[in-house]
Nanobody
Framework: QVQLVVSGGGLVQAGGSLRLSCAAS????????MCWYRQAPGKQREPVASITSRTGSTNYADSVKGRFTISGDNAKNTLYLQMNSLKPEDTAVYYC?????????WGQGTQVTVSS
């Protein structure tokens, strides 16, 4: 199993920045892929960014490219999502997720609210 603990959400004005953290109970180097998803009110959960731990390869949703950066710190077993130039449409609950031994695991989610 993998436990994921998410932190770092909050309220920020448009144009501001936040950094989300996802602390894993396992060495993230051993977790092949980790990701961030988000879910806005009344909408389905959507992928935001993903990273392949061993290669560092990343992917981003078109809506966040150039503004968000996903990264991992193997020494701290922590995944990050640096969010810059935030927009009101980025308002959502953000979740950290990963696949381990064929199963999906999710953190508890953190609210990000961007005011205009």
């Amino acid at each position: 199993q993998v436990q994921l603990v998410v932190s770092g959400g909050g309220l920020v004005q448009a144009g501001g920045s936040l950094r989300l953290s996802c602390a894993a109970s396992r060495n993230i180097f051993d977790i092949i892929g980790m990701c961030w998803y988000r879910q806005a009110p009344g909408k389905q959960r959507e992928p935001v960014a993903s990273i392949t731990s061993r290669t560092g390869s990343t992917n981003y949703a078109d809506s966040v490219k150039g503004r968000f950066t996903i990264s991992g710190d193997n020494a701290k077993n922590t995944l990050y999502l640096q969010m810059n130039s935030l927009k009101p449409e980025d308002t959502a609950v953000y979740y950290c997720g990963c696949v381990w031994a064929g199963n999906w695991y999710w953190g508890q989610g953190t609210q990000v609210t961007v005011s205009s």
